[in-house]
């Protein structure tokens, strides 16, 4: 049967994504949450059927909207955040509100009506590794959050279990490493290096690009979810990853050459504050307990395909690329 989902925060990328993928792959019919701040865009959730995706228009610190919504719901799935760590350096406020008082706002909501929870969160709140550290991150892993941004996910991630322990809400959490592919902002790595190469400025390299992201596609994420969605039990933390670890030079000059730049032809500006060495999960409890795989282990060929994305889709980064440029520029970045 249909269930009718919840999913908060897709308007923004990885949400949109989600909402993508239900539609092609299951019958459930789906209702957006979104406040549409600065990263939330309409034209990421245009072609979708009518009949299946309702879009909202309102806060998750909302507690009137969120409860009629919620009650009118079988699942909810949260990923509405304040997303962006350099945006926590400089103005840590939205993120503490959205992401602290949005999820308890959520969970409340969640706990009075009953309903199944999932909650969307990040390997970040792990902090980070050695370069030559031979260990990954599992769900055994101590949490110990470095920026504004994983403090506030890991305080959202532990509400989640004080709600499973003490209220016995039936609720999952998934911690997913760095993800990529379309109608990502303009903000992040992969999507600013690209769409500065078509814009003609320089791609900008934070340091000297040695920290290593452990990349994803936000397809795979959706189908690990959704599988955790359907059969994650209640109260577990499953870890997403593919086994994409690349350092950043790496990745930039893949970019530039896939492009049909000479390699080198970036910047180097300067380094973000508390910047994280290394992220790299181990994802063997999803693969394992729910039989879980990515689709999109090349990750040079989901990286094309990105490019190809942001080529044919200017109308959909292009409003947002000027005001993203100038405030890096402020910041020296
Ligand atoms: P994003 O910034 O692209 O989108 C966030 C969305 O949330 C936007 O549409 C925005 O309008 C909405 N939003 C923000 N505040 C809101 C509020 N108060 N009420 C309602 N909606 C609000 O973020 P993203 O990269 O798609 O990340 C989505 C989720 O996935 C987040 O919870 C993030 O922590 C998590 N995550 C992201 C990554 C990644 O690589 N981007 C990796 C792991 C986990
Ligand atoms: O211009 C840049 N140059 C650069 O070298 C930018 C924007 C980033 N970087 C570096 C910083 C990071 O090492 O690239 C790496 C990736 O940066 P972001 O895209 O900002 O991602 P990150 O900080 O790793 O966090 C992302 O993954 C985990 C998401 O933004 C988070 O929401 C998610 O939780």
Not at 147 to 159: C, E, F, I, R, V
Request: glycine share 8%.
């Amino acid at each position: 049967m249909a269930r009718k989902i919840l999913v908060t925060g897709a308007a923004g990328f990885i949400g949109s994504n989600f909402v993508h993928y239900l539609v092609a792959n299951t019958d459930d019919v789906v209702t957006v949450l979104d406040k549409f701040t600065y990263a939330g865009n309409e034209a990421s959730l245009t072609g979708l059927p009518e009949n299946r995706v309702t879009v909202v228009r309102g806060d998750i610190c909302d507690a009137e909207v969120v409860d009629r919504l919620v009650a009118d719901s079988d699942v909810v799935v949260h990923y509405a955040a304040e997303s962006h760590n350099d945006n926590s350096l400089h103005d840590p406020r939205p993120f503490l509100d959205t992401n602290i008082i949005g999820t308890y706002t959520l969970l409340e909501a969640v706990r009075r009506h009953g309903k199944r929870y999932h909650h969307i969160s990040t390997d970040e709140v792990y902090g980070d590794l050695e370069l030559d550290d031979p260990n990954r991150f599992t769900e055994a892993t101590p949490y110990n959050p470095s920026s504004p941004y994983s403090s506030t996910k890991a305080g959202s991630d532990m509400l989640v279990r004080a709600w499973v322990r003490s209220f016995g809400v039936q609720a999952t959490i998934s911690n997913c490493s760095n993800n990529y592919g379309p109608r990502q902002h303009v903000e992040k790595f992969i999507p600013r290096q690209i769409t500065n190469i078509l814009v003609g400025e320089r791609p900008k390299l934070y340091g000297e690009g040695l920290n290593v992201r452990d990349w994803i596609h936000a397809d795979d994420h959706s189908s690990a979810v959704l599988r955790i969605v359907e059969a994650g039990r209640i109260g577990e933390t499953y870890l997403i990853g593919a086994d994409g670890e690349k350092n950043n030079k790496e990745v930039l000059e893949l970019i530039l050459t896939g492009m049909g730049q000479p390699a080198d032809a970036y910047d180097h500006v300067v380094d973000r504050p508390g910047h994280d060495l290394r992220y790299a999960i181990d994802s063997t409890k999803l693969r394992t307990e729910l039989g879980w795989q990515p689709s999109f282990p090349d990750f040079e060929k989901g990286l094309a395909a990105t490019i190809d994305w942001y080529r044919e889709n200017e109308a959909w980064w292009q409003p947002q690329k000027a005001a993203t440029e100038a405030k890096y520029k402020e910041q020296g970045q």
